[in-house]
């Protein structure tokens, strides 16, 4: 599975951002898939995820701001972000897998394949 993100950019604090992440490869219809993000001096951390055991999960610090959604004809996962902060500025990542247990969705090493990371820059 190959995986590639983009749709980042620079927004004011209050604006919005849909970034997306096309999935190729072997993907079994569409594997499971989530987002994550890095700030810069900070550790990763987990995003959203959207798994077909479990439906959708969201990090505390953007329930009822993001939305994570996709289109398995396309083989593609997006994340709809409002109302953005600047403490969302980070590289945010997608990340996939066949399967991946609604126990895990938060941890980064339950996700075998990777993109290589958009920036978003919400400014104040």
């Known amino acids: 599975v190959q995986l590639q993100a983009f749709g980042g950019g620079l927004v004011q604090a209050g604006g919005s951002l849909r970034l997306s992440c096309a999935a190729s490869g072997r993907t079994f219809s569409g594997p499971d898939m989530g987002w994550f993000r890095q700030a810069e001096g900070k550790e990763r951390e987990f995003v959203a995820a959207?798994?077909?055991?479990?439906?959708?999960y969201y990090s505390d610090s953007v329930k009822g701001r993001f939305t994570i959604s996709r289109d398995n004809a396309k083989g593609t996962v997006y994340l709809e972000m409002n109302s953005l902060k600047p403490e969302d500025t980070a590289v945010y990542y997608c990340?996939?897998?066949?399967?991946?247990?609604?126990?895990?969705?938060?941890?980064?090493?339950?996700?075998?394949?990777w993109g290589q990371g958009t920036l978003v820059t919400v400014s104040s």
């Open positions: 990340a996939a897998d066949l399967v991946v247990s609604p126990r895990v969705v938060w941890f980064g090493t339950s996700y075998k394949y």
């Open positions: 959207i798994i077909r055991l479990g439906g959708t």
